[in-house]
């Protein structure tokens, strides 16, 4: 297990959370020009692509009979490919209803609250699923109006299965649920249709998933490539802006007591052992406090992934297993580490990059008894890697559209 890709935390903050070993590979839900091999999508479209598609026979089966209608679809990709499974944002910004029948009476069938927002998840092969939900203009609904035989609101986030094909794509909902409500209203209604789609890729279109791996680049984000990337062996070193400051609570006569230890010279050094799927070691970390205290990073060196998560060239670096930190002021001496076994430490691209670092240490060590946890906040800039003679660096998963 591996923290969650699409984790967003602002520059500051740290997690101390569940870590564990595994590869910086990961996998994203595309929509495809070319067919899906393996699962596996070569060539994504990019955001803003416009997805078109028809249905001869759009049917609502009710308790007073069987309404028939052409209808056609109209939708766009609200981001390129994703974050490792997590749908793709969509949005569908035209829904009609034509040339309505119940029986050989006329009927309309007029939605509303469009653009409804949608999310599309691979669920193998070439095929997805694309769920529909209210876009913010209120709930998905349609009135449903056949003479003086049904005048009627039907209401339903309904899930519709794409599946890629070589000649034409198609859309479908299958006997989608439909609430009513109205005056002159079946009971129950349920909804299908196949839509052939059109565009985008003169309708030759599949769902699959991208493979990108992690890297550290000295171009940003969009740029990124093998000749842009930071390789094996790259070293990190991070100093301290301002300060790291230690916060110890303390047991003082049943009272929970803070003690803060300021540090204004601190400094994290590291580097990377593999370039795609950035695993690292951190190989040194060191404090210099106001006297009288000290701070002593025990053991180490520490494992370490580095990888991207949502933000334009943004990361996170974790350190496991376990950093253990020990705060000395002669008077007392705390010595702690992470119940949960590792620390998280968010990256934010730039020149130069930064780490934050806003963790808890809540499992003692050692210490005298007083000792009850300790609070490690820093923010520190990469000094290096550099490039040109000038400190740069962005965090990239290579394949995922930004």
Not at 274 to 283: L, P, R, S, W
Request: charged share 15%; hydrophobic share 35%; net charge neutral.
């Amino acid at each position: 297990m591996k923290l969650v890709r699409t984790l967003i935390v602002p520059l500051v903050i740290a997690l101390t959370l569940p870590i564990a070993l595994g590869e910086s590979t990961a996998a994203a839900t595309a929509l495809c020009e070319t067919e899906v091999v393996e699962g596996n999508c070569a060539r994504p479209f990019a955001k803003e692509t416009i997805y078109l598609g028809k249905a001869a026979s759009s049917v609502f089966e009710t308790s007073l009979g069987t309404i028939t209608c052409a209808s056609s679809i109209e939708g766009k990709l609200s981001e390129g490919p994703t974050a490792a499974e997590k749908p793709l944002a969509t949005s569908v910004t035209s829904l009609t209803f034509s040339s309505c029948l119940l029986g050989g009476s006329a009927c309309t069938v007029t939605p509303s609250g469009l653009p409804y927002s949608g999310s599309l998840l691979w669920t193998g092969g070439d095929n997805g699923t694309l769920t529909m939900k209210a876009g913010g203009a209120g709930p998905i609904k349609a009135t449903v109006k056949c003479g003086f035989t049904v005048s009627c609101t039907i209401e339903a986030e309904p899930p519709l299965t794409l599946d890629g094909k070589a000649s034409n794509a198609t859309l479908a909902a299958s006997k989608a649920k439909l609430t009513t409500s109205g005056l002159i209203c079946p009971k129950e209604a349920i909804w299908s249709a196949t839509y052939t789609l059109s565009a985008p890729g003169m309708g030759k279109m599949y769902v699959g998933s991208v493979q990108f791996k992690d890297r550290l680049c000295w171009l940003h984000v969009n740029l990124c490539n093998d000749g842009t990337t930071y390789l094996t062996g790259t070293v990190l070193d991070a100093t301290v802006e301002g300060e790291a400051k230690f916060t110890v609570t303390r047991n003082i006569g049943g009272t929970p007591t803070d003690f803060i230890t300021k540090c204004p010279i601190a400094t994290l050094k590291a580097k990377t052992l593999e370039n795609d799927g950035v695993k690292a070691e951190i190989t040194d970390w060191k404090f210099t406090c106001d006297a009288p205290c000290s701070v002593t990073v025990l053991e180490g060196p520490f494992s370490s992934d580095i990888y991207a998560t949502a933000g334009p060239g943004t990361g996170m670096m974790t350190a496991y297993f376990h950093p253990t930190f020990q705060v000395d002021c002669g008077v007392y001496k705390c010595t702690y580490k992470s119940s949960s076994g590792g620390i998280a430490m968010p990256i934010t691209g730039g020149e130069p990059a930064k780490l934050g670092v806003s963790a808890l240490l809540d499992q003692k060590t050692a210490g005298d008894a007083n000792c009850e946890k300790i609070t490690y906040v820093a923010t520190y800039k990469f000094t290096k890697p550099e490039t040109g003679g000038k400190a740069k660096m962005w965090v990239v998963a290579v394949g995922l559209t930004t």
